[in-house]
């Protein structure tokens, strides 16, 4: 292969033609100082708050702080070769990132730029990072549901299209695998993923990367990355960077999914270029307006009226706690902002439960309208009677004697935490999870041995999917288990016991 | 022809709070003699001249370890007979007060305040060549039109330009310059190529 030179200069001759001179105006200023991310500029007087300014070097800068006699930067980009009494230019925009379907399937910066190798993003489309979200009339109440494929989640703590689901948790506890297997079982469902990464390890943002193009999952997937590498001001966008970019599929009628993991260090950036600002600290030295930098964000994914397509952005917020101190400043926060959470605990991650989630004081404040209602019907009473078995668990350690129904409660919870364990990276359709979650909410289940229940349930499925595929494919149509489609149900959990023998471990 | 206009990167919020009060007064005091213009000239050369050219002076200006009787005999033996009296009786006054070292910030923000007063803005013109008076006429009254001000004229030569001019009045950077032209020049010219060798990739290679 050769390149035609003759053709590279054609092009070129033609960029030079059509390039047109007009006097350049522009509003500048001066670098008083720089360091650690942000700059203090002198002059810039008629820019104005969130605008864009362009260093030298290339690099952007935003109007963060508007003072009396200077004007205070953040530095999205190479701080380093910045100089004082350098000219800074006013470009009179706000920030604003590439979007549409050319950042599928792309490993961008939260500015728009490539970290794949692939070129730059090749489009027209661009959309403000920050915009003020959509008001009550645009809306409407979360009704879709967002299946993640995790049975603990979607039997229990049940998603929906525009809802806002915390995952919190101690760290390696599994709260990035929820985000991840969730973004697995979109496939095929015309659900755009973003998965925002801040102040992450490169190392640990490439592995996530390599699953999702080893389970096909980046031909819908767009990552945004600003690992703990980059500057402090890049962790802070990224996460309204991701969002303008499903924003874009919000508006036109379609339906995303982004996942912040995790949000606890973008509001340690934003703590940290705040300090430098010298803006008065608050609790936990966090700025006071450390709320609303969260709240912004997270009341952007929404469920749109239909008169505005019906499209939606559900939103995976990630929240790292130490040593499960939920009442610490963010977490609360965040909280308090979401539409509820899902609570993962180490103690649990370690004897085996995984996904390691908390039943007791996770919730779904509003998903449960938006379940399937077959699932509804299977799993209704499942997170308390979880809960209490857990309660109930705790006592029975003691070695006190049972009388036979609190026994049998215990042995049901242990067959359905048994039954609610999934293994990592294999999301599970929904008419399948409704058949575990019936043998074992019915009780089909409470003569299997705890050790089997896993083995029972993949066989049991396998036997489903390879005779009755007619009643899978019903299940996912209908939805809803009318009393002909129950009785189908144990019909075939019976014609399975009948003929199953578990193979001895 | 003084050399490329740059500005303080040293921000002392203090001082320039200082200058503009002392500057206040001292505009207010020439200006009941009607003399503001040439006092504030003459501080501009006092700042230029004396204090840039000696910094030994400038040191015992600032000096606290020097008495207030030494700085006015200093001032009235040096600046006497050169400056405007009222001049001379400023600065014994920011002697008397320890505010010797803030002269040079009276002096900016006495220019600023005394241009506001006169409507003139002042323009810093960079060019490649040195201006000749028709020339310089011609930029001052095209100026003065479009900002319907009088235009008080900084000018500095700088080669790197290689041709055209560059205006600034306040923030406000007007760059007609050939090499801020051949820069964006060059920036399109990149940006539109790469996008065309994406575009037209097959095009170019051949095999």
Not at chain 1, 108 to 129: A, E, F, H, I, S
Not at chain 1, 406 to 426: A, H, N
Not at chain 1, 439 to 453: M, N, P, Q
Not at chain 2, 27 to 47: H, N, Y
């Amino acid at each position: 292969m050769k390149f035609n030179s003759d053709e590279i200069a054609s092009v070129l001759q033609q960029e030079i033609e059509h390039f047109d001179s007009k006097i350049d105006v522009r509003e500048v200023g001066t670098v008083l100082e720089v360091g650690d991310g942000i700059a203090r500029v002198y002059g810039l007087s008629g820019v104005m708050a969130g605008e864009m300014v362009e260093f030298p070097n290339g690099a952007i800068g935003l109007a963060f702080n508007l003072e009396e006699n200077s004007v205070g930067v953040i530095i999205l980009g190479d701080y380093l070769t910045i100089e004082e009494g350098d000219e800074v230019k006013a470009l009179s925009t706000l920030l604003s990132v590439p979007a549409g379907d050319a950042v599928i399937g792309r490993v961008l910066d939260p500015l728009g730029n490539p970290l794949d190798g692939k070129g730059p993003v090749q489009t027209d489309v661009t959309r403000p990072v920050e915009i003020i979200a959509t008001g009550v009339a645009e809306r409407q109440p979360v009704s879709e549901p967002l299946q993640t494929g995790i049975k603990a989640i979607d039997a229990m703590t049940p998603i929906g299209r525009g809802q806002r689901e915390l995952i919190i948790g101690d760290r390696k506890t599994g709260k990035t695998a929820i985000a991840i297997d969730a973004i697995l079982n979109q496939k095929g469902e015309g659900v755009k993923c973003f998965y925002v990464a801040i102040g992450q390890k490169d190392s640990s943002v490439a592995g996530v990367v390599d699953v999702l193009r080893k389970y096909g999952a980046m031909e819908y997937t767009t990552v945004i990355c600003s690992g703990a590498s980059s500057p402090a001001p890049l962790q802070y966008v990224a996460p309204y960077a991701g969002t303008a970019m499903a924003e874009h599929f919000m508006f036109n009628g379609g339906h995303a999914l982004v996942v912040y993991d995790d949000l606890s260090k973008q509001a340690t950036a934003y703590r940290q270029m705040s300090l430098l600002m010298r803006r008065p600290p608050g609790r936990e030295a966090y700025p006071g307006d450390v709320f609303y930098c969260h709240s912004r964000l997270l009341e952007r994914s929404a469920k749109l009226s239909d008169e505005l397509g019906g499209g939606s952005i559900t939103s995976l917020p990630i929240i790292e706690t130490l040593e499960g101190e939920v009442s610490a400043y963010i977490p609360t926060n965040v909280i308090s902002i979401t539409d509820g959470q899902i609570y993962v605990q180490p103690d649990l991650f370690f004897s085996g439960v995984r996904p390691a989630m908390n039943a007791g004081i996770s919730v779904s404040r509003v998903g449960g309208a938006a379940q399937v209602k077959a699932m509804k019907a299977v799993s209704g009473g499942l997170r308390l009677d979880l809960a209490a078995f857990r309660a109930l668990e705790a006592f029975a350690q003691l070695g006190t004697d049972l009388d036979a129904a609190t026994q049998s409660q215990l042995d049901r919870g242990y067959r359905m935490v048994e039954l609610l364990k999934q293994p990592q990276y294999r999301p599970m359709p929904v008419e399948e999870q409704i058949l575990s979650i019936f043998a074992g909410t019915r009780g089909f289940l409470d003569d299997v041995e705890i050790k089997t229940v896993q083995q029972w349930e993949q066989d049991f499925l396998q036997f489903a999917r390879d005779k009755h595929g007619d009643l899978l494919s019903e299940l996912r149509e209908k939805g809803a288990l009318s009393e002909e489609l129950t009785a189908k149900i144990e019909s075939v959990i019976k014609e399975f016991k009948a003929g199953y023998k578990p193979i001895p471990a | 022809m003084t050399e490329a206009v740059k500005h303080e990167t040293v921000l002392d919020t203090g001082a320039e709070q200082l200058g503009k009060t002392y500057a206040r007064a001292l505009i207010g005091a020439a200006q009941k003699s009607g003399v503001a213009e040439q006092v504030v000239e003459q501080l501009g050369r006092l700042v230029d001249e004396y204090l840039r050219g000696s910094p030994q002076l400038a040191a015992a200006f600032a000096s606290p370890r020097i008495d207030t009787d030494e700085k006015a005999r200093v001032i009235d033996r040096v600046f006497a007979d050169e400056f405007h009296p009222i001049l001379v009786k400023f600065l014994k006054v920011l002697a008397g007060r320890d505010r010797l070292a803030y002269v040079s910030a009276v002096r900016d923000a006495a220019e600023a305040q005394l241009d506001d007063m006169m409507g003139r803005v002042l323009a810093e013109v960079r060019t490649a060549v040195p201006l000749d008076d028709a020339m310089r006429s011609q930029v001052a009254t095209q100026i003065g039109n479009i900002m319907n001000k009088q235009v008080r004229l900084r000018e500095s030569v700088d080669p790197e330009l290689i041709g055209g001019m560059v205006v600034r009045v306040g923030d406000s950077v007007f760059d007609n310059s050939v090499a801020n032209r051949l820069d964006k020049m060059a920036r399109r010219a990149r940006d539109g190529f790469s996008s065309q060798l994406l575009k037209k990739f097959s095009q170019f290679t051949s095999q």
